[in-house]
């Protein structure tokens, strides 16, 4: 079971990319409200998907109430992956199953890292 | 119409301080900049960008996707060729004239645009100099390459748009304020160029959905690809990630390297690009990753061949 990081390693309301050996993308995890979020660094906009951040682990708009594709500027619902605006409407991101452990350790659902 | 090509591009934006962050990073330098109220971001020959607040009740309207670009600035060439902008404009829509004589419109898809004698200063830099057999384009002991070599950008190239409407935004580009159409990737849509511009564009239509109007990228000119090169790889060292690049284009033949921002568009360093005059003629091709491009690269650390075995063992 991939161990991507501790909680304490994750403020409330901020986000984080993570390299996962056998994915082809880093996964995002946004904790928010109390719970963890996993999302594939993987823009939808155009075939194939293209990583979002504008630096490393900048994955949030200005307000950090929505994950934010830098290219151009799709905003993401952080609870369903729904876009909300731009490029995207209409496309979703890819879920990421998470499982935070009692001594607060955040993993990959097993077998997520073979997708 | 004698006009030069974007001064300036307006930006209302939802984080100030991050985009002072990545577009000094980027080379450009912040004039009266404050974290509350944004400033300007200025390349070595004054055209750049303005960055606003989003609600910054300064700002022309948003457009309605959400996309941050709220004006273009067009610079011409002098007050005869503002007032032949004005004269034809006004034909059929509202030309506000401003105090600080520039003029304020929209184009027909509602894109924002002003137009002013253009302040940008005239640059008296070398290109960057090639050496080949046959002919050295530098002296013996200019260097070409140095790792702390100057790498600002010289002055802001062009602009790429999302447009819903394709034919009645190229007419009007083309047909009203006489830009030229360079080349065209079939499908996606023109480049364009001013007529006191010899750049390949200034101006790139990409064809869209309503739900996506707005700025696709913009990029400033580097003194050369060996520039672009180190400035991109600046930008990756300090931690911003890059969308496509480095490469170079087929089309304008300009070298590219295009980094995500919190513009929410594409920052380009472009460097090399093609001249063209009237005698020109526009190609067509559909837009494809063998048209968009003659070569791409991905960047890597730094590398090199040694740490093996000793020699002898
Ligand atoms: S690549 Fe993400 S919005 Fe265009
Ligand atoms: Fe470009």
């Not at chain 2, 001064?7 to 985009?19: I, M």
């Not at chain 2, 920052?267 to 090399?272: H, K, M, N």
Request: charged residues 25%; hydrophobic residues 35%; aromatic residues 10%.
């Amino acid at each position: 079971m991939t161990r991507l990081c501790h909680l304490d390693d994750l403020p409330e309301g901020g986000a984080r990319g993570f390299e996962v050996p056998g994915l082809a993308c880093k996964v995002i995890v946004v904790r928010r409200g109390g719970r963890v979020h996993g999302w594939r660094d993987f823009c939808p906009h155009y075939r194939g998907g293209t990583p979002m951040a504008w630096k490393r682990d900048a994955y949030l708009n200005g307000a950090g109430d929505h994950i934010a594709c830098h290219a151009h500027g799709a905003w993401f619902d952080i609870e369903t992956g729904a876009c909300v605006q731009g490029p995207c409407l209409g496309k979703r991101l890819i879920r990421v199953p998470l499982i935070v452990d009692e001594a607060g350790a955040v993993r990959l659902r097993p077998g997520e890292e073979r997708r | 119409m004698q006009i030069i090509g974007p001064d300036s591009l307006v930006f209302g934006v939802d984080d100030v301080p991050a985009c002072h962050e990545f577009l000094t990073a980027y080379g450009l330098d912040a004039h009266d900049y404050t974290p509350e109220k944004g400033g300007h971001f200025l390349s070595l020959d004054g055209t750049g960008l303005e960055i606003r607040r989003r609600d910054d009740p300064s700002l022309p309207p948003a457009l309605k996707t959400g996309n941050m670009l709220r004006m273009q600035v067009l610079g011409v060439v002098d007050e005869a060729a503002l007032e032949a902008v004005a004269a034809e404009l006004g034909k059929d829509r509202q030309v506000l004239r401003l105090a600080d004589g520039s003029l304020r419109t929209q184009d027909d898809q509602g894109f924002e645009l002003s137009f002013r004698v253009t302040t940008r200063r005239q640059l008296d830099l070398p290109a960057e100099k090639v050496n080949a057999p046959g002919d050295f384009g530098r002296k013996p002991n200019q260097i070409g390459v140095w790792q702390e070599m100057p790498t600002k950008p010289r002055t802001l190239s062009h602009v790429v748009l999302f447009v819903p409407d394709i034919e009645p935004a190229l007419a009007f580009y083309r047909d009203r304020l006489g830009f030229r159409v360079t080349d065209t990737f079939i499908g996606t849509g023109p480049f364009l160029r001013p007529q006191a511009n010899p750049d390949h564009h200034t101006h790139f239509f990409i064809r869209t959905p309503p739900y996506m109007q707005g700025c696709e990228h913009l990029a400033f000119h580097m003194g050369g690809p060996t520039e672009l090169m180190l400035a991109g790889g600046k930008m990756i060292k300090a931690g911003f990630e890059s969308f496509w690049g480095p490469g170079r284009h087929k089309f304008g033949s300009n070298w590219f390297w295009y980094f995500k921002s919190p513009l929410g568009c594409n920052v380009e360093f472009d460097a090399d690009m093609d001249t063209h005059d009237d005698d020109w003629v526009p190609r067509e091709t559909p837009m494809g990753a063998e048209a968009a491009q003659a070569f791409l690269f991905q960047h890597r650390d730094k590398w090199a061949p040694s740490g093996g075995p000793k020699p002898g063992h």
